[in-house]
């Protein structure tokens, strides 16, 4: 009811401007036809008509539409005014610029049979080739404005749809972004954790030790592993801080861990869990000319590295022992622990370790497990299997 009492500004000058006109037509005794029943002031009804449907082109098109074509036919009965004329052709335009979708669709059609209607019907009546400027001038008067008015509606509504199609891109493009956001964030925390955790596990089981016990050669070993595993943690983690402020937008991918080095992890970690009785052992069944996708090997690397962290916290003295397959496709990493509980100092865990390893595992599309099981001869260990995809195809499939 609002818009209806308050018409458009642009409405507003339109249609004083067609009154106007029309007014000053009048004056000046300038009409469009003779010898009509209604002479003299007749005409300004349909002119005054008009002008004020013009105010509703936007809020009530289709209704100033049939008005004006009342208002319209009344004029021929007048000696007629061309500003009425013109001001219901925008009337048509209007109705089909501003209308209902259906209105839009049947406003062309329609006008156009009228057209064609006019046309024939004026031709046959009075057998003469002028009869054609009739349809002429009701093409001009209602068709044209009508198909004018389609196609700015047609333009107006792709420019929306096409607006739409950008705000949509831009939306995904968004959510693309914040996805890759956590995903790279999810990347980090893995990454951090299986570099330092090592290392802070050693570190916590030889402090423990040097508190715990009163010999100053136990001692004296164990903070030489502590110290070593600090200086390796420390500049693990000065590593991964450099990739984080690298803002030098080279695209060369940083150093990244591979199998090549599990013979200096296991070292590490048979220094690492002497004082808990614990041995370590590699079997590497790989074969050598087998390339690995740079991905596949560090995952492998950090799962072994991962592995022997938690059997540095948990498992009970004996040997721990690493097997990494290679063949038909597939990369198996098994590293077996013997389970239970044992004396000694013990590091706790938080279970983010497993949840790192199977998040590495499901990136690449493989397979994990871990869990107690029963070796043949009926001794309980724990064990860690992870399978990988060994081949490009198979990590962009």
Do not use: C
Request: glycine share 10%; proline share 5%; aromatic share 4%.
């Amino acid at each position: 009811m609002t818009s209806f009492l308050r018409p458009h500004r642009d409405d507003v000058l339109i249609a004083v401007a067609g009154l106007l006109g029309g007014l000053a037509l009048w004056a000046v005794g300038l009409h469009t036809q003779g010898g009509r029943p209604l002479g003299g002031a007749w005409v300004l009804l349909p002119l005054v008509g008009t002008a004020g449907l013009e105010l509703l082109r936007r809020t009530r098109p289709q209704t100033g539409l049939v008005l004006g074509t009342v208002l319209l036919v009344l004029d021929q009965f007048t000696l007629g005014s061309l500003a009425t004329v013109v001001m219901f052709t925008d009337l048509v335009y209007a109705a089909v610029v501003y209308g209902t979708p259906a209105a839009a669709r049947r406003i062309p059609v329609t006008t156009g049979l009228i057209t064609i209607g006019m046309t024939i019907g004026f031709l046959a009546w009075f057998h003469k080739p002028e009869a054609l400027l009739i349809g002429v001038v009701t093409g001009l008067v209602s068709f044209v404005p009508a198909t004018t008015g389609a196609l700015v509606r047609n333009h107006r509504e792709a420019a929306d749809s096409a607006r739409l199609r950008a705000e949509q891109t831009a939306l995904l493009a968004e959510m693309d972004r914040s996805q890759a956001v956590v995903a790279e964030r999810a990347r980090m925390a893995r990454e951090l954790h299986d570099m330092v955790a090592n290392h802070l596990s050693a570190i916590a089981i030889h402090s423990t030790a040097a508190l715990s016990l009163d010999d100053p050669a136990t001692t004296r070993q164990a903070l030489t592993v502590i110290r070593e595993n600090s200086v390796d943690g420390l500049a693990e983690m000065r590593r991964l801080i450099g990739l984080l402020r690298d803002t030098s937008g080279h695209d060369e991918p940083a150093a990244a861990p591979t199998l090549a080095g599990l013979d200096a992890l296991i070292a590490q970690a048979r220094v690492n869990g002497a004082d808990s009785g614990l041995g370590f052992a590699l079997t590497d069944r790989r074969a050598a000319e087998d390339p690995l996708p740079a991905p596949v090997e560090l995952a492998a690397y950090r799962i072994v590295q991962e592995s022997l962290t938690n059997a540095l916290k948990h498992a009970a003295p004996g040997t721990v022992e690493v097997v990494v397959i290679g063949v038909d496709g597939l990369l198996t990493v098994v590293v077996t622990s013997p389970y239970g509980d044992r004396a000694g100092p013990r590091a706790p865990g938080s279970g983010a370790g497993l949840i790192g390893m199977r998040e590495r595992t499901e990136l690449l599309g493989g397979t994990f497990a871990a869990g107690p099981e029963k070796t043949s001869d009926g001794t309980e260990v724990w064990q860690v299997r992870a399978q990988l995809p060994a081949e490009e195809r198979a990590l962009n499939a």
